[in-house]
């Protein structure tokens, strides 16, 4: 995990070394092959381009409303005793998550894959304030191990070996 946001100097460092990494792209390589092969096998009696539509549909609707679909999450989400909180940004994200755990003596974060949490740096910050983060998705808790940041939101260990994993 990284404790402050990358330079562009140091993530295209650590691009130049990804991409020179023989064992990552020959791991890259067979699973990207694999993969689709998956993927095809999967996907053979969807309408995919029909399901890609939906989705695109849904998503334009969603930034188009997106004040009223919060409202309405927010009153669905308080009649269940949810306390619902708007961050502007992830600094204050970051700074709401933390007040509550200190507010309820919490040391100890369990917490589950969510890309959110990776986007706006959450665990750095909640390791900096003291708190004891661990993850509950083994890739997720693999790169926590490693210290390094996810490569892909789905999997995010995929790029390291069984050897790897086992080393750790």
């Not at 689709?36 to 381009?49: L, N, T, W, Y």
Request: glycine share 4%; net charge negative.
């Amino acid at each position: 995990m990284h404790s402050a946001p990358q330079t562009a100097g140091e993530y295209h460092n650590r691009i130049d070394e990804a991409l020179h990494d023989e064992f990552l792209r020959k791991t890259l390589d067979k699973f990207a092959v694999e993969y689709r092969a998956s993927r095809e096998k999967i996907f053979q009696e969807v309408d995919e381009r029909g399901l890609i539509k939906q989705i695109a549909d849904n998503k334009d609707y969603a930034c188009q409303h997106m004040n009223e679909l919060y409202e309405q999450f927010k009153a669905n989400a308080e009649k269940r005793g949810v306390h619902v909180h708007l961050a502007k940004d992830a600094a204050e994200a970051r700074s709401i998550i933390a007040k509550i755990a200190r507010q309820n003596g919490v040391k100890r974060i369990v917490k589950s894959k969510s890309m959110t949490a990776e986007e706006i740096e959450l665990n750095p910050e909640l390791i900096r304030q003291g708190f004891i983060v661990d993850e509950t998705d083994l890739g997720e808790w693999i790169i926590q191990l490693r210290h390094e940041g996810p490569s892909h939101m789905v999997m995010p260990a995929i790029h390291l070996s069984r050897y790897q994993v086992a080393d750790i």
